[in-house]
């Protein structure tokens, strides 16, 4: 960070010496728009012939000097048509743009090039710069929720400092292979995101005539990040400074001591109340803080261009303990080295640090779970003190021996380093006058430190008497990619073509080993010294590669401006599949229609842009991990003459036939712009079948001897279609007021059409020690991981049980009651149903910006409709062996029977409808008020432009949910099962956050 410092201090030096530099003449001026008159912000300015140049500020003003009268000046801005203006003896030039047509038809990226987005015939989405900027992020893939119809988003641990985020596209096409997108970043397949202040623009490739170019990685999406790049004119330093402070956006409300001990001793009277009245959530959650400064600077000429920046994200968690720190840099450098050649590098880095505490529990920890603060602080008796009158760490008073929350949070250590490393280099060369040749190579290293220490204090989660434990493991894993590709254009009569072809090669190799030790004779060295462990735990090591070849080709055909035709094909080898299936061709056609360019059309002054769009296409994946076809060997402990020695058995099956995961996808789509595209719509329906989904089977006999009972095979079906609508609207633009209004609506439905032998596959999301074999279920004709339970069907009041209902065994008055399915008059597995279904009926984003004068507001609301939660929290809080929410204090009593909560009792922990509960919400994600500084105010300082911005992050949440927040999104599970198919589980999240932020921008 001292360097850091350094060179902004001297670059803010350089700033004032420009500005003291070539005084002789000041021009000044305002640039407007011709077609409404109003003011236009960052407009280039440029002395021609000469790198001297600004911009003008957020009102249209400009100041520049020159030296002497024959000078002329150079106005450019996107969408305008540029201007030449000779300064002569004025030292005021006001200047009026025209929009230009032409320019108004915005440039998109997609793979391996870029087209007009009036050409484009697949499904794509475009995010703005300013839109990823809205709010300060870890990364980009969080400002893209809610901005773009079909793309979920979601934190994989709500608020948790540095949590990884997850991102679907289209709704959930697999079951064992990865769901996540494909990310690109400047040409680097499987890139990671880098700083939203970095960006130049993100598009995300939504249907197969935009991702089949990527083939066997396409089904799940592709998203495309360009970042920015230098430009010629002047430098340009920007600093972006952010702060908030955040807070928890909801807390349970738990029973306080004497309300806890009347609570237990209801269930056991011999029950004796502790000494404490601990709030474990006040002890835990704090006020947390973001703070993020990202300086960058740019410049170069018509030959060269740079752009280089430096960003610094802090955060600490609202858990104590926990936090993430991460610096991150980025340069790009282009250069025009003859009138044919041109030469790019892009290089990225970051340093990130986790300190975390344990959240989001499997369960699989020591006595149930124990390590898990979040379920702990809602578990544990409020009676119970922080320390015991010894000093030692006190333990649960009621079911579970646990460690208290807030000695497990603030004495443990989780510590995470990640460093990662890219560099992008290429070459582009004109072989002739319309065949380009470019080629790429690229480099990534991920390299990763993952430490865990249970000090001896934690006597539970340490492991009772084992005097501390320790783990520490480390991974690095390191990425190649080589890309080559011709680009043929030519006009041929009316039409355009354009022609690719290319060949990929992409190799990754991971290598990871952990070490781990117990029994410390002290706690001072975390798990930096397990030789001095007493008990040393069995070492891990492993070594994997995957290499994928390919070759890819693209034609796109446009006829007369109204005709569009693009046509792609890729055959991809992978070596993680079966020798019979290593390779396999993805191909996919479009068509569109600008039926806005015939003549019937053509004049209308309603209708700006009317476009037809219809793609079909087959898209792959083949995000599994390497080695899952072969026959494998594994390691396991054989007592042979009373020694124990490790034995070499049969780990897995081989199965020579696997292969991808194909998706075959139809689009339908309609691009619509009216009254000069002040309104612009897009509407997509789309269905995908992917088919050979890779599904683990379990049916071989064990007597076969394999330590992996279940090899994957390519038996299942599964279907996804939906509606997208994007709505961007222009409502009100003059010189002092705008208003504009970004919407975005989609609609998944999901159903699996065949799986397994058609048998029903049941899985398990609770935590471990919940001891529950099935949460939800895959069924053929339903959607992907609906919740599997009792259906319950109230309190039982005594007496005759209504028609079609039935008790647990030794249940009575007060207790619950549930539906008899199979009429046995008893209550078993087999009265188990569907009971809920997570898939959200409709997700939704909507976004206003105000502009007033200096003054500028946005607006943006984000939610879904629909997704049922299960409330594993609630099963947990009303089972009679931990504290419980107030609400527990209606249960029922024969003085209180209009209740639906059953009598206070100590009982299993059912599954059932009771716990399901509508997740459907409204938020307000951000609101946000900028004031741009009037430019006579800061010009003094060398300062061209300065905006200072305050804005909430959410701050209001509609929902009828239960539970801390709807968007959960719970990652544990103490059986077998898939991400993709734990959706809508709740408990032990890490607390989602609300936010003030004050944000500074400065450019000179």
Known sequence: MKQLKSALFILFGFCFMFGAYAQERTIKGTVTSAEDGITLPGVNVVVKGTNNGTSTDFDGNYSINVNGESVILLFSYVGYASKEVAVGSSNTINVVLKEDLAALDEVVVVGYGSRRKSDVTGAVSSVKSEELNAFPVLDAAQALQGRAAGVVVQSNNGGEPGAPINIQIRGNTSINASSAPLIVVDGFVGATFPQPNDIESMEILKDASATAIYGSRGSNGVVLVTTKKGRSGALTIELNSNYSVQNTANELDLLDANQFATYQQAINSGYTQGSANTDWQDLLYRTGNIQNHQFSFSGGTDKMNFYASATYFQQDGVIVNSQFERLSFLSNIDAQVTDKLKLGINVFGSRGNKDGVPTQSTGDTANGGGDDVVSLTFRFAPDQPIQDANGINTINSVGDNVDNPFAVAT???????????????????????????????????ENGTDGLFRPSTLVITAGSGTGGRATIENYKRTNILSENYLTYTK????????????????????????????????????????QSGAVQLIPTSSFSEQEIQSQFGRLNFDYDDRFLLTATVRRDGASNFAENEKYAIFPSGAIGWKLSNENFLKDHDKISNLKLRASYGVTGNQAIAAYQSLARFGSVFTPINGSTVINVTPGQV?????????????????????????????????????????????SQPQFLGFLN?????????????????????????????????????STNKNEFVTLLNGQDIFQDASPGYFNIPRTHLLREGEAVGVFWGFDYQGVYQGGDLPAGTALLPGAGAGDQLFADLDDSGDITTDDQRIIGDPNPDFTFGITNNFTYKNFDLNIFFQGSQGGDIMNLTAVQLFNGDSNATTDILNSWTPSNTDTNIPRVAL??????????????????????????????????????????????????????????????????????????????????????????????????
């Open 491 to 530: 006009e041929i009569g009316k039409g355009k073509l354009t022609a690719l072809a290319g060949y990929s090669y992409q190799k990754t190799a991971t290598e990871r080993f952990s070490a781990g030790a117990q029994g410390f004779t002290s706690d001072s060295f975390s798990f930096f010294n397990l």
């Open 709 to 745: 009972a279940a090899s994957l095979r390519n038996v299942g079906e599964v279907n996804n279609k939906g509606f997208e609508i994007n709505l961007n609207t222009r409502n009100i633009s003059n010189e002092n007021f705008t208003w504009t209004t970004d919407f975005n609506w």
């Open 654 to 698: 081989a199965n020579p036939n696997l292969k991808w995961e194909s998706s075959y996808q139809t689009n339908i789509g309609l691009d619509l712009g009216l009254f000069n595209n002040a309104v612009s719509l897009s509407l997509d329906y789309y269905n995908i079948d992917t088919k050979d989904l890779i599904i683990a089977d379990s």
């Open 411 to 445: 004495e443990g250590i989780n510590e995470t380093k990640i460093d990662n490393y890219r560099a992008n280099l290429y070459a582009n060369y004109d072989i002739l006058e319309n065949l380009t040749f470019k080629t790429t190579f690229g480099y990534s290293t």
């Open 907 to 1004: 009982r299993g922990k059912q599954i059932s409808s009771r716990f399901v509960e509508d997740g459907s919400y409204i938020r307000l994600k951000n609101i946000a008020l900028g004031y741009n500084i009037p430019s006579e105010a800061i010009e003094k300082l060398g300062i061209s432009s300065m905006r200072v911005a305050i804005s909430a992050q959410n701050l209001l949440t509609f929902t009828n949910y239960s539970g801390l927040d709807p968007e959960v999104n719970f990652l544990g599970g103490g059986g077998s099962g898939s991400q993709n198919t734990f959706n809508g589980f709740d408990f032990g999240n890490y607390p989602t956050l609300k936010s003030v932020n004050f944000s500074v921008n400065l450019k000179f």
